[in-house]
């Protein structure tokens, strides 16, 4: 029924990449587009976990979770303060989420509070979240960017009092 045709059976075929020495696929693959790089992942976060205790600054270009306790200034991309942690400083994030203890001021473009937060600070940002059950304990303020170094964000701190002087 079926035959061969003699065209068909002398008509050369194709080369295909298989036919190819593998140099030969290499490079002609390599010539005809260069693949982009394709961008390099983001680290995970940090973890301060809830045995360690830090005392001084924190700075990280990138993410941290504070699980234990800091006694100093906090600056990152995002920050979150577990449920346990406690920090006492200054924060400093484009993004803070709050689940644990803050003494000292909070600075960031989104700001949330969840409903264990302890605040007990300033709290300078762009879009604010507070929900049910947090505590809280500041002033709120909203600026378009909360994290400029700008002085007159909040008025200075009243001095302390004076000891008087002896009479002498």
Known sequence: MFSKNKLTDQA????????????????????????????????????????????????????????????GDIRAQLLTVGEGAVVSGEIVA???????????RVRGLKVRLTSTAKVEGDIIHKTIAIEAGAHFEGSVQRHENPLAEAKEALPPPPKAPEPPADQG
């Open 12 to 71: 050369p075929k194709p080369p295909t990449d298989s036919d190819k020495p593998h140099s030969e696929v290499q490079g002609s693959a390599a010539m005809t587009s260069p693949v982009p790089a394709a961008p390099a992942p983001k680290a995970p976060a940090s973890v301060l976990s809830s045995d360690l205790t830090v005392i001084g600054n924190v700075r990280t270009a990138g993410d941290i979770t504070v699980q234990g306790k800091v006694e």
């Open 94 to 104: 484009d993004d803070v989420v709050v689940n644990g203890r803050v003494i000292g």
